[in-house]
């Protein structure tokens, strides 16, 4: 009996971690961490998407989402109208998006979560992971 309860915990504990990170995909911290090196470009992103009612932003993971540690962990998303995001919300995702440092002067966006954003590619979709 105790072997099927350590089972079940090894199998919830690798359900609620992270995926692995393949090579040329970046996640929100990395994208933090250098602003300026990828302001601007086209950017493959990995993380864990809110993306529900004043609530639009990539996470490090959902363990960063719970500690609220909104500077280093992520990064806000601008949607295009065109895109349908929501069956994504709270579930871990790749994107594709122009990074951006910080907003461009005037464009306000509600519901971000960092100054840095990334502006997902109209005619992508996220790919549920």
């Known amino acids: 009996m105790k072997k099927i309860h350590l089972l079940t915990a090894l199998l919830l504990a690798s359900c609620a971690s992270a995926p692995k990170v393949p090579e040329g995909v970046l996640t929100p911290a ?7 090196q990828y302001n ?3 950017v493959k992103v990995q993380g864990w998407m809110r993306s529900e009612f004043e609530n639009y932003g990539l996470w490090e993971s959902r363990k960063a989402n719970q ?37 461009p002067q005037n464009v306000v966006q509600l519901g ?6 990334l502006q997902l590619i109209e005619g992508t979709s996220p790919i549920e992971l």
């Open 30 to 36: 990395q994208l933090n961490a250098s602003r300026s």
């Open 40 to 42: 601007g470009q086209k």
């Open 67 to 103: 500690k609220q540690t909104f500077v280093k962990d992520c990064v806000s998303l601008m949607i295009p109208e065109s895109m349908s995001t929501g069956r994504f919300n709270r579930r871990y995702v790749q994107v594709e998006g122009i990074f951006l440092e910080r907003l």
């Open 112 to 117: 971000g979560c960092n100054i840095t954003k």
